[in-house]
């Protein structure tokens, strides 16, 4: 998103016009590009169903290469599912619970995401009810912004805009 100036500017020469016109890029950013990965637990008995809302914001994006899921080999179900699913068999990890911990205790991991744990927050059997999309992604995708301190600046959008570092829909 490109911030602009709002219509109650009073003048393009005033020092505060100044201010509105410089350029600030907000949006999702990538989890960190050094290698930390997020991990999606699914237990023995985590459905497909609460794992894909926490799946989706990294499968459709260029996000997709900092995520594994790590699959208890009791759930049996869950595994043909993620079988079935383009470009995920690369991403499963078939870990027991004791296996799992180890991994996890051994590795910097950016994030470790239970689904089933978010699928019931609230312990009301069901899955949460969240009044905002960015406050669901946003407890798996870092918010960010950045301002350049120059007026009109078309070559800080430009090299912010195509930065590595924003998430961007993947093509698939």
Not at 7 to 25: E, G
Not at 143 to 168: A, Y
């Amino acid at each position: 998103m490109i911030r602009r100036p709002p219509r109650s500017t009073l003048s393009s020469s005033s020092a505060a016009s100044d201010v509105y016109k410089r350029q600030i890029l907000y949006g999702l950013q990538r989890p960190p590009l050094n290698g930390q990965h997020t991990v999606l637990r699914a237990d023995d008995s985590t459905k497909f169903d609460e794992l894909a809302p926490t799946l989706l914001p990294f499968y459709t994006t260029n996000a997709f290469e900092t995520v594994r899921i790590s699959c208890d080999p009791a759930n049996k179900q869950l595994l043909a599912q993620l079988g079935q699913v383009k470009d995920l068999a690369d991403k499963i990890e078939i870990q027991s619970q004791p296996d799992f911990e180890s991994a996890i205790a051994s590795q910097d991991l950016y994030n470790v995401v239970q689904p089933n744990a978010l699928a019931d927050n609230d312990n009301t059997s069901h899955l949460e009810q969240f009044p905002m999309v960015g406050q669901f992604v946003s407890l798996y995708l870092p918010l960010g912004h950045v301002k350049s301190t120059k007026v009109n600046d078309v070559e800080f959008l430009k090299v912010f805009s195509d930065s590595d570092k924003w998430l961007k829909m993947r093509s698939v």
